[in-house]
């Protein structure tokens, strides 16, 4: 018999507790890297700033992915490397509360051995911004 999953956390201040050591730990899987990662851009774009991608934007929103379907699959959720994301599917389009991320902001820094860069999860519900978590 499998155990009952808890309810998902209700309310923005929970949700909020909730992806603060997530991030965290996305945080610090992104530090841990970043001394291995290096080379050009990987994305279409004007400029090297536009076209940088690591391993780790990917990672970390591959991560978080999993842990927002794993914690309320009613959740929608957007990563700013959706393109590529193998579980941007599996999110509901239509969604009231959806989370909204930016795996590694500042990747051409990151990618450079860089300080500046960041990880920027927001939380909207029908449409209103109503949280913001930055890990610098």
């Known amino acids: 018999m499998t155990p009952a999953a808890p309810p998902p956390p209700r309310g923005l201040p929970a949700l909020v507790e ?8 996305a ?26 991608l690591t391993d780790a934007d990917q990672g970390v929103q591959a991560f978080l992915e999993v842990a927002t379907r794993a914690v309320d699959p009613a959740l929608g959720f957007y990563g700013e490397e959706q393109a590529t994301s193998r579980n941007a599917r599996y999110f509901p ?29 927001g939380i909207s519900e029908r449409g209103e911004l109503g949280a913001a978590i930055s890990y610098m």
């Open 93 to 121: 389009a239509d969604a009231e509360r959806c989370v909204w991320l930016d795996p590694i902001n500042g990747t051409f820094l990151y990618q450079n051995q860089r300080h500046g860069w960041d990880i920027i999860l």
């Open 27 to 52: 945080g610090d899987y992104a530090r841990a890297l970043q001394p291995a990662v290096a080379g050009p851009g990987a994305k279409a774009g004007p400029n090297a700033w536009v076209q940088a």
């Open 18 to 25: 909730y992806y603060l050591p997530l991030l965290v730990t």
